[in-house]
């Protein structure tokens, strides 16, 4: 079983940039695709972006693309997530997942295991 826990989150002006962190707590964690996904109040999770095995393949929501990158170092056991050029609308809690084969990972019922999630609060 893998755990994934994440951290950066915060309070951010509008324009500002956060770096959120996922931790696995395994070595395999270089087998596994991973995806961010966020959850604002009263909506439904929203896949953000996702990242093969070895960082050749990745994919963004339209809404963040140009604005977020998503990496991951496999020897460190740990995915990122830079937000740059923050809106409020981006305010959300923050999860990390990760998923045994890459496929359409826009999709929450791929994953596998999920952290706990870090809020993000961007004021206007």
């Known amino acids: 079983q893998v755990q994934l826990v994440e951290s950066g989150g915060g309070l951010e002006q509008t324009g500002g940039s956060l770096r959120l962190s996922c931790a696995a707590s395994?070595?395999?964690?270089?087998?596994?695709?991973m995806g961010w996904f966020r959850q604002a109040p009263g909506k439904e999770r929203e896949f953000v972006a996702a990242?093969?095995?070895?960082?050749?393949?990745?994919l963004y929501a339209d809404s963040v693309k140009g604005r977020f990158a998503i990496s991951r170092v496999n020897a460190e056991n740990t995915l990122y997530l830079q937000m740059n050029s923050l809106k409020p609308e981006d305010t959300a809690i923050y999860y990390c997942?990760?998923?045994?084969?890459?496929?359409?990972?826009?999709?929450?019922?791929?994953?596998?295991?999920w952290g706990q999630g870090t809020q993000v609060t961007v004021s206007s």
């Open positions: 997942a990760a998923a045994k084969r890459w496929g359409t990972m826009t999709l929450t019922w791929i994953y596998d295991y």
């Open positions: 395994e070595r395999t964690f270089g087998r596994y695709a």
């Open positions: 990242i093969s095995w070895n960082g050749g393949s990745t």
